[in-house]
């Protein structure tokens, strides 16, 4: 149930006017790496991201080359990353997919993206939205409990909170609606002690009141 969904429209303009920027902050320099890029970045900063993409990338600049470095390669590159063996093997399968399905072309459709080994509807939706300029909701854990807080979705399901903000916020909207959440949770929304009291969605949420 979305028990907010009347003041959507004030939401998103606040949003708009806290957020005006919503260019993601990984490097990349085509559809592949970002890709890569975006399975690295799961339980790590952006910055993080970087600072390891740019060796990796130099010395693996395709998905064929990629494909053929061992686990043992990846990981020593990604390590600062954390959970390096994990995202090591899924880079090597990613890549070994795109060579054999897709000649080394990152597919632009959710369904064939989230055949990809370590891509999620998550992932595949930053990819959508980032180099297709195809809208996708991208839910993480800010935009969960975002989402809970702001009372846009009582759900916890990923999936059911992504069609929950489909079903109300402008598809066009959807890329960059997502990204100023995660904007909003890395500042002011943190999981631990909100800064409600600095927040401008304050008096359209009911968290605070709670
Ligand atoms: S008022 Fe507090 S809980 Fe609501 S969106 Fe702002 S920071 Fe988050």
Not at 15 to 42: D, G, Q, V
Not at 116 to 130: D, E
Request: hydrophobic content about 40%; some cysteine.
């Amino acid at each position: 149930m979305i028990k907010n969904k009347k003041n959507i429209e004030d939401i998103l303009v606040i949003l708009k006017s806290l957020f005006p920027e919503t260019k993601t902050a990984l490097r990349y320099s085509n559809p592949f790496e970002l890709l890569i890029a975006t399975i690295l970045s799961a339980q790590c900063t952006d910055k993080q991201v970087n600072a390891v993409t740019p060796k990796l990338f130099n010395l693996f600049p395709t998905p064929l080359k990629l494909s053929k470095a061992t686990i043992l390669e990846i990981e020593e590159l990604i390590r600062p990353t954390g959970f390096f063996h994990n995202k090591a093997k899924n880079i090597k399968n990613c890549s070994l997919y795109l060579v054999e399905n897709y000649n080394g072309i990152v597919p632009n459709t959710l369904e064939e993206l989230i055949k990809f080994p370590g891509v999620g509807r998550k992932t595949a939706n930053v990819i959508l939205g980032t180099v297709f300029g195809i809208p996708g909701i991208v839910v993480d854990t800010h935009v969960i409990r975002i989402s809970n807080r702001l009372k846009l979705s009582e759900n916890k399901d990923p999936t059911k909170i992504e069609f929950d903000l489909m079903n109300i916020i402008p598809r066009e909207e959807w890329s960059s609606f997502s990204l100023r959440l995660i904007f909003l949770g890395r500042t002011l929304c943190k999981a631990q002690r909100p800064l409600c009291s600095k927040c401008n969605l304050y008096n359209l949420c009911e968290y605070p009141k709670e």
